[in-house]
């Protein structure tokens, strides 16, 4: 038993961050250490440690430990490896290896929360919603979210085959070349004349400047009759980056705030009067794959009455992760904090309920065939305006965003219809 004692001590090190020698010191805490639970962990690793069939280092089974923890806690928080903590750092600055999709856990499964453009993943079709079953034939059910994000980054240009499952549909596989990820957060260009569109597919460093950027080009030397801002599948990102691109678009008022049960956990963020934006009619697009900083953007445009919120129902997720770096190359990923709209809404587990709800659909354009019209007929009276009469033939015009898009197309149609009434107020 004496063994037994002091790798308990020890334990209680480890956990509690105690020095040694006052391991047996009674802790001021608030609430009393849970004794017991802490003696069967350390009888368990020294049950471990003596009989397990193979031998395994104390080092291993700590860190097994430790990731159980944060695991058990909800399926955000993580604690991260050196290499998964380098991941996550370079997702946030725009450039990583992998396939292009952000995850989460859902039964035991990982779920696609959102494919990013222009990435393996987008480009073999994967949605936001599926669900991986299988990496390279091993069954992924009871896989850890970090071992199977680790499992699908790779050496750049090797394969990897995913099995998945949509809906209640059979499962399918797909086959994807591993590629450096480079994530152009922003894009932007004219729908039509007057109509601007921007595409946030991913909140990183710099996006808020890169929106203030798009706007002010897509202004430039012309009048800006509406805009759509489209968040659909962009999985979130920096909380600080969510809340200038907001910010662009709004003068004064709450964006967001957050409380949770440390003090410097409770924040409130609020616009300011440099609004880019200024009044421009505009509507937010949002889906499944709209979560966290996507939740917060269309949350705070929605809750000021200053964008009509449009798609189907967002992701909802309503928590804030703090990385918490350890002097180890190690950090935990850690939830400390819910978010909330300004309305003092919390989308957790809920997600932004759109103004109008517009499913995805296939758009089809029929051709149109151009009849006889009184402007054929010979000698037909001219109306005064000197109109030149119009040729039969009609031209093939390129094609656009909104043709094949519907929800989009949808969301330009809005945006005439406000223009509309606005110029006849």
């Known amino acids: 038993m004496t063994a037994v004692r002091i790798l308990f001590a020890s334990c209680l090190c480890l956990l509690f961050g105690m020095p040694l020698a006052h391991a047996q010191e009674p802790a001021e805490v608030p609430t009393p250490l849970p004794l ?62 992998g396939l292009g999709i952000e995850v989460g856990q859902e039964d035991g499964f990982i779920k696609v ?64 070349n591993r590629a450096i990820i480079k994530v152009a957060s922003v894009r932007s260009e004219m729908l039509e004349n007057g109509y601007g569109y921007i595409r946030v597919t991913q909140f990183q460093n710099n996006s808020g400047d890169e929106v203030r950027r798009a706007l002010n080009s897509l202004a430039e030397g012309k009048e800006l009759k509406g805009l759509v801002l489209d968040l659909r599948n962009n999985p979130g990102g920096v909380l600080q980056s969510a809340v200038e691109v907001a910010d662009a678009f709004l003068d004064e008022g709450l964006i967001v705030y957050t409380k949770g049960r440390l003090p410097n956990s409770e924040l409130r963020f609020n616009a300011t009067s440099n609004n880019p934006g200024r009044d421009i009619p505009l509507v937010v697009l949002i889906n499944g794959g709209s979560a966290s900083a996507a939740e917060i953007v269309a949350g705070a445009l929605q809750d000021q009455e200053r964008a009509v919120i449009m798609g189907t129902d ?27 709209t300004p309305d003092g809404r919390s989308i957790q587990a809920q997600g932004i309920e759109p103004d109008i709800r517009v499913e995805r659909a296939r758009l089809t354009q029929d051709v149109e065939e151009r009849g006889l019209r009184e402007a054929d007929l010979a000698g037909h009276l001219d109306n005064g305006n000197g109109i030149e009469e119009q040729s039969g033939v009609v031209g093939e015009a390129a094609e656009r965003p909104q043709d094949s898009d519907y929800q989009l197309n949808q969301a330009l149609i809005l945006l005439k219809g406000l223009n509309i009434t606005r110029a006849k107020k």
């Open 113 to 176: 929360i959102s494919p990013i453009d222009d990435t393996p993943a987008a480009r073999a079709g994967i949605e936001a919603g599926d669900l991986i079953i299988k990496i390279d034939d091993q069954p992924v059910k009871g896989m850890t979210i970090m071992d199977a994000v680790e499992k699908m980054r790779g050496e750049v240009g090797t394969s990897i085959r995913l099995t998945l499952v949509r809906g209640t549909g059979s499962p399918f596989e797909v086959e994807l």
């Open 314 to 340: 967002s992701f909802g997720k309503g928590s804030v992760q703090t990385v918490l770096p350890l002097n180890n190359d190690r950090a935990l990923k850690l939830t400390t904090a819910l978010y909330y």
């Open 36 to 97: 017991d639970q802490l003696r069967t962990f350390a009888e368990v690793l020294e049950r471990i440690r003596t009989a397990y069939v193979e031998p395994v280092d104390d080092a291993t089974l700590l860190e097994n430990a430790i990731r159980g923890m944060l695991e058990g806690l909800d399926p955000h928080s993580a604690y991260l490896e050196p290499e998964a903590f380098r991941g996550l750092q370079d997702s946030t600055s725009g450039q990583f290896g």
